[in-house]
T-cell receptor, first 116, second 110 residues
Framework: NAGVTQTPKFRILKIGQSMTLQCTQDMNHNYMYWYRQDPGMGLKLIYYSVGAGITDKGEVPNGYNVSRSTTEDFPLRLELAAPSQTSVYFC???????????????FGDGTRLSIL | EDKVVQSPLSLVVHEGDTVTLNCSYEVTNFRSLLWYKQEKKAPTFLFMLTSSGIEKKSGRLSSILDKKELFSILNITATQTGDSAVYLCVLGGSQGNLIFGKGTKLSVKP
């Protein structure tokens, strides 16, 4: 059971570089989410998607972009990396039950990103 | 603004002890409250509490929700070293997202 798979697990970027964090899930979940977790803090929502072709901003979307061309994949793009984006990034997915928040989310193992 | 506050932020106990982790919240429209366990990587789901399910139990772990006083507790009895983790209290948001508390770091000493 693969669940939610994130790649890469670790990455170091220079300021101004760009990169894409990959996330794929094999559970046929409609909902997918990107979170960031800073040291000593809870997770904060960056973007989410309720289905292929539909994305929406979360709490901290600035500096990021997403796309959802398929149900399985939800990549997160950083266009101009900044030190403030150093964090651990988690992708998650959940099934649609008709009530948006009454379904546990399944998380990937995270991507640890450092911007130097 | 929806908010989740957990206490204590960290806790050290010995194997066999019973611990209680606290979570208070503020929310405009309550939908659900979830507890997750986070070890080195991704959070793993423990419980979901809703208006129709305010008490949950699984083995040594149990949780209750008090919607009137706006708090939840997570109890762990007969703690083991494998219980060492960060425990996250999470509010189910109206957009299908989750609002996370900062977590309680539990360390169980042998």
């Amino acid at each position: 059971n693969a669940g939610v798979t994130q790649t890469p697990k670790f990455r170091i970027l220079k300021i101004g570089q760009s990169m894409t964090l990959q996330c794929t899930q094999d559970m046929n979940h409609n909902y997918m989410y990107w979170y960031r977790q800073d040291p000593g803090m809870g997770l904060k929502l960056i973007y989410y998607s309720v289905g292929a072709g539909i994305t929406d901003k979360g709490e901290v979307p600035n500096g990021y972009n997403v796309s959802r061309s398929t149900t399985e994949d939800f990549p997160l793009r950083l266009e101009l990396a900044a030190p403030s984006q150093t964090s651990v990034y988690f992708c998650a997915s959940s099934a649609w039950t008709g009530d948006l928040s009454n379904q546990p989310q399944h998380f990937g193992d995270g991507t640890r990103l450092s911007i130097l | 603004e929806d908010k989740v506050v957990q206490s204590p932020l960290s806790l050290v106990v010995h194997e066999g002890d019973t611990v209680t982790l606290n979570c208070s919240y503020e929310v405009t429209n309550f939908r659900s409250l979830l507890w997750y366990k986070q070890e080195k990587k991704a959070p793993t789901f423990l419980f979901m509490l809703t208006s129709s399910g305010i008490e949950k139990k699984s083995g040594r772990l149990s949780s209750i929700l008090d919607k009137k006083e706006l708090f939840s507790i997570l109890n762990i009895t007969a703690t083991q070293t494998g219980d060492s983790a960060v425990y996250l209290c999470v509010l189910g948001g109206s957009q299908g997202n989750l609002i996370f508390g900062k977590g309680t770091k539990l360390s169980v000493k042998p």
